[in-house]
């Protein structure tokens, strides 16, 4: 039984249409990796199925509800501390502790510190360890390597791994190799008709 369903979607960005007659399902433990040059729509899925924007047409099921986005921006609050922006989003999601996304992305020695004082690899560890504090069984999740050095990589592919283990499953936009086994959906085969691609719209797509 699929988690997340996805039927005849068309999205735009800035009331351009960029992709049309996008469908695939996530199963539980499954990866999905996104794929295509830079313009192509990644993101502008991404933000469509979090809810951030309406679809043009089609069907996103149960719904954004249960996916949990990670985008280009950590998320994080500069003059919160790590503990204190976790704490946050522990609220937010009601999840309770957040002592194992602490443990989970090397963040114990950092947990008084502003998160406006970290380097851009913490702030994204800081970011991605949000993502389990939601609750929600699909990640999505944009580019979410960037900043990060390869041992931060390694506590990321194991935070995953263990999301998987445990039901979840992962819709990913990234262009290096995770190391888990994941079918690759290539956004460019969904291009909408005539919609333009230009060096400013590719920076956000």
Same mark, same amino acid.
């Given at each position: 039984?699929?988690?997340?369903?996805?039927?005849?979607?068309?999205?735009? &960005? %800035?009331?351009? @249409? $960029?992709?049309?007659?996008?469908?695939?399902?996530?199963? @539980?433990?499954? $990866?999905?990796?996104?794929?295509?040059?830079?313009?192509? %729509?990644?993101?502008?899925?991404?933000?469509?199925?979090?809810? !951030?924007?309406?679809?043009?047409?089609?069907?996103? *099921?149960?719904?954004?509800? =249960?996916?949990?986005? %990670? %985008?280009?921006?950590?998320?994080?609050?500069?003059? *919160?501390?790590?503990?204190?922006?976790?704490?946050?989003?522990?609220?937010?999601?009601?999840?309770?502790?957040?002592?194992?996304?602490?443990?989970?992305?090397?963040?114990?020695? *950092? &947990?008084?510190?502003?998160?406006?004082?970290?380097?851009?690899?913490?702030?994204?560890? !800081?970011?991605?360890?949000?993502?389990?504090?939601?609750?929600? @069984?699909?990640?999505?999740?944009?580019?979410?390597?960037?900043?990060?050095?390869?041992?931060?990589?390694?506590?990321? +592919?194991?935070?995953?791994?263990?999301? !998987?283990?445990?039901?979840?499953?992962?819709?990913?936009?990234?262009?290096?190799?995770?190391?888990? @086994?994941?079918? =690759?959906?290539? $956004?460019?085969?969904? &291009? +909408? =008709?005539?919609?333009?691609?230009?060096?400013?719209?590719?920076?956000?797509?």
């Amino acid at each position: 039984m699929a988690l997340f369903e996805v039927e005849d979607l068309s999205c735009a &960005r %800035g009331g351009v @249409p $960029v992709l049309e007659g996008v469908g695939f399902a996530l199963a @539980p433990g499954q $990866v999905l990796v996104l794929r295509g040059p830079n313009g192509a %729509g990644k993101t502008t899925l991404l933000r469509t199925l979090a809810g !951030l924007q309406p679809p043009l047409t089609g069907r996103i *099921l149960p719904g954004p509800e =249960v996916l949990a986005y %990670g %985008g280009h921006a950590d998320g994080v609050k500069g003059a *919160l501390s790590v503990e204190e922006n976790l704490t946050f989003w522990a609220g937010v999601f009601g999840t309770g502790s957040i002592a194992g996304a602490l443990e989970a992305f090397d963040l114990k020695r *950092l &947990r008084g510190r502003a998160a406006q004082n970290l380097s851009a690899g913490q702030k994204r560890r !800081l970011g991605l360890a949000r993502m389990l504090l939601t609750g929600r @069984p699909v990640w999505a999740l944009d580019e979410p390597t960037v900043s990060l050095d390869a041992a931060s990589v390694a506590l990321f +592919a194991s935070a995953l791994g263990r999301h !998987l283990e445990g039901g979840g499953a992962a819709l990913i936009a990234t262009h290096i190799d995770l190391g888990f @086994p994941a079918e =690759v959906l290539d $956004v460019s085969r969904f &291009r +909408a =008709v005539a919609a333009p691609v230009d060096g400013l719209d590719g920076a956000f797509a």
